[in-house]
């Protein structure tokens, strides 16, 4: 089975903390992204990546970064937390794109700024 | 661009009822098209898929068409469980080659026994 784990359930920062959260996927993809899902929006997504080193801005980029140095791990940086990130951080993985693009996903970093 | 909309939820049923979600969706070209579920506490999982038009994708009792002519994919289950309680997602994948998915709002079901 693919396994995609991200590292922290639970997260509470204060305004203006540097924030990371980790993702881990076993399954060689090519693919990382990274979604914030917020209530009546769905899913949106911030960052994805389709290689090493190599990072595309998704939907809603602004106030975060991201770091591909491996290719099993995709990181999302919040470089100065803000109460308006208070969300459900969801990490995923694919190998495919286009018509066979199944995503699997984390079981999702709930992360609360005060 | 494209984009997927969903039904509205909450959906509040009683188990063996009938369950359906409706799902349309603008895109160009010929997109894949997917369900995914999310059990509470859990990441998304894939429920089914269709790649083409009149496709019909099914899995655990639940079933959707490929409708092109009405571009909806409408999910489907004909005896809910306590266990299908979930949020649902309809997604889209065009044929470009992008490897983002867009994803609807979510509806959430709950099945009371």
């Known amino acids: 089975d693919v396994k995609v784990t991200q590292s922290s359930r639970y997260l509470v920062k204060r305004t203006g903390e540097k924030v990371f959260l980790e993702c881990v996927q076993d399954?060689?993809?090519?693919?990382m992204f990274w979604y914030r899902q917020d209530p009546g929006l769905g899913l949106r997504l911030i960052y994805f990546?389709?290689?090493?080193?190599?990072?595309e801005k998704g939907d809603i980029p602004e106030g975060y970064s991201v770091s591909r140095e491996k290719k099993e791990r995709f990181s999302l940086i919040l470089e100065s937390a803000s109460t308006n990130q208070t969300s459900m951080y969801l990490c995923a993985s694919s190998l495919g794109q286009g018509t066979d693009n199944i995503q699997y996903f984390g079981a999702g970093t709930r992360l609360s700024v005060l | 661009g494209n984009s997927v909309t969903q039904m509205e939820g909450p959906v509040t049923l009683s188990e063996e009822a009938f369950l359906t979600i409706n799902c349309t969706y603008t895109a160009t070209g010929y997109p894949s098209l997917f369900w995914y579920v999310q059990y509470p506490g859990e990441g998304l999982q894939l429920l089914l898929k269709?790649?083409?038009?009149?496709d019909k994708g099914s899995n655990k009792g639940f079933e959707a068409t490929y409708r092109k002519e009405t571009t909806s994919f409408h999910l489907e289950k004909g005896s809910v469980q306590v266990s299908d309680s979930a949020v649902y997602f309809c997604a889209l994948s065009d044929e470009t080659g992008d490897y983002k998915l867009s994803f609807g709002a979510g509806t959430t079901v709950t099945v009371r026994a």
């Open positions: 269709a790649t083409k038009a009149d």
């Open positions: 990546s389709y290689d090493v080193k190599m990072k």
């Open positions: 399954m060689d993809h090519e693919n």
